[in-house]
């Protein structure tokens, strides 16, 4: 590995891993990209300290875990339509991410991994929660877990996106067409470690199919209120220069705007994904202890 000192401390035991010893604006070889995707899949959120990148070295990191991702709304600066600006101050009537989500989960095939680095933080508050949602699954009883590991639901971008961004008066027909959507598994089996997690959501998700509206709606908010103990959590401070970097595949995470009206910037690389599925671990059958 061209990097020795590489360290990967966990934050704490479910969720978050502090790595240290590798500089991310240098060409990163293939077992430090390897060692850097191990400690992603493992610890689901990564940070990075006083990591100095300009974008296209924020974007040649990205690319080492996959093709990027061009948001479906969100405006992006002249020439680099990969890379999402996040950016809140004094004239900021809402900020992105806000409430419990997973990004994009409202595509077909929803990021893989997305990659925040902070230029510019307020002098306090501003930090990122992300919270494990292989953890919330475990934490699920068994009949729990079965009967939702059965389930589809509803993921729309338009109660999202409508009024803002390229979906703004005048920018875009606002055809109900041209909002994405897409129906995923509840319970989405993890592709590099087979773990299985919770993939609902308060930002995107808006109905889980086959139920009554009223048994969907008392289900899906269940799952938030549980998806949102602190225990699966683990909570970023930002720095100058800090980056995390998390994986959507298990994870939700909430941006804490508690800063108003001081200014938050910086910009977010996301890595394209796949189509999510759920894998059934085991039947009933083979898990009975009791002697037939
Ligand atoms: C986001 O990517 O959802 C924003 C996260 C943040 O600003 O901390």
Redesign the pocket.
């Known amino acids: 590995m061209s990097q020795p000192s590489f360290r990967v401390s966990p934050v704490t035991p479910r969720i978050g891993a502090e790595v240290s010893g590798v500089d991310l604006s240098l060409p990163l070889d293939d077992e430090m990209v390897r060692a850097i995707r191990t400690a992603l899949v493992e610890h689901q959120v990564l940070f990075f300290r006083d990591q100095d990148l300009t974008l296209d070295q924020h974007k040649a990191f990205g690319r080492r875990f996959g093709a990027l991702h061009v948001h479906p709304a969100s405006p992006s600066p002249e020439g680099h339509p990969e890379v999402?600006p996040?950016h809140a101050d004094a004239r900021s009537k809402r900020?992105?991410?806000e409430a419990w989500?997973t990004?994009v989960s409202c595509d077909e095939e929803p990021p893989m991994a997305?990659i925040?680095r902070?230029h510019t933080v307020p002098p306090c508050g501003?930090d990122?929660l992300f919270a494990s949602m292989f953890a919330a699954y475990d934490a699920l009883s068994r009949p729990m877990q079965d009967f939702l590991s059965g389930l589809t639901a509803v993921h729309s971008g338009e109660h999202v996106y409508r009024g803002y961004y390229k979906y703004a008066e005048g920018q875009r027909a606002d055809s109900k067409a041209a909002f994405p959507q897409a129906r995923h598994p509840v319970i989405r089996t993890h592709p590099e470690s087979g773990r299985q997690a919770i993939f609902v959501n308060t930002g995107f998700t808006t109905h889980i199919e086959g139920l009554t509206r009223r048994e969907s709606d008392a289900l899906l908010q269940f799952l938030y209120a549980h998806c949102a103990r602190p225990e699966f959590q683990v909570r970023f401070r930002?720095a100058p220069g800090s980056i995390?970097f998390w994986d959507n595949r298990s994870t939700q995470?909430h941006?804490?705007w508690d800063y108003y009206p001081q200014v938050?910037s910086?910009y977010?690389v996301t890595i394209q994904g796949d189509r999510p599925f759920h894998r059934a671990q085991e039947s009933a059958a083979s898990r009975s202890t009791v002697p037939a």
């Open positions: 999402l996040i900020v992105a991410g989500h990004d997305s925040l902070l501003g990122t930002w995390a995470h941006a804490m938050r910086g977010r």
